[in-house]
């Protein structure tokens, strides 16, 4: 019913730069709540930052670097990260709370994770 494609992710070296980029599609009457997470290996899942309602929350290391932003219109998410580091490497996931055609409930959908890798 609902697709979540990312694109973007890579390698970087400390200090650069990445923007990993989130689009939903399907029949998508409305989308609640967005945002990223990442897993490390032998860690679990964890929140990057999130946008619902207008609010944002951020996971306390990624404060100040990274920014989530959403297009309601294109229905997209995107995560811009700054000054990274070697411990903001990890497989990065979008999720979306969405609402489609026929429903009145939000479910969760995941995107199939990107690899970000932050070395020297």
């Known amino acids: 019913q609902v697709q979540l494609v990312e694109s973007g992710g890579g390698s970087v070296q400390p200090g650069g730069s990445l923007r990993l980029s989130c689009a939903a599609s399907g029949d998508i009457r409305d989308i609640q709540a967005v945002g990223w997470y990442r897993q490390a290996p032998d860690h679990p899942r964890n929140l990057v930052g999130r946008v619902a309602n207008g609010a944002s929350v951020y996971a306390e290391s990624v404060k100040g670097r990274f920014t989530v932003s959403r297009d309601r219109a294109k229905n997209t998410v995107d995560l811009d990260m700054n000054n990274l580091r070697p411990t903001d490497t990890a497989v990065y996931y979008c999720?979306?709370?969405?609402?489609?055609?026929?429903?009145?409930?939000?479910?969760?959908?995941w995107g199939q994770g990107t690899q970000v890798t932050v070395s020297s």
């Open positions: 999720m979306m709370s969405v609402m489609t055609d026929d429903t009145t409930k939000y479910k969760t959908y």
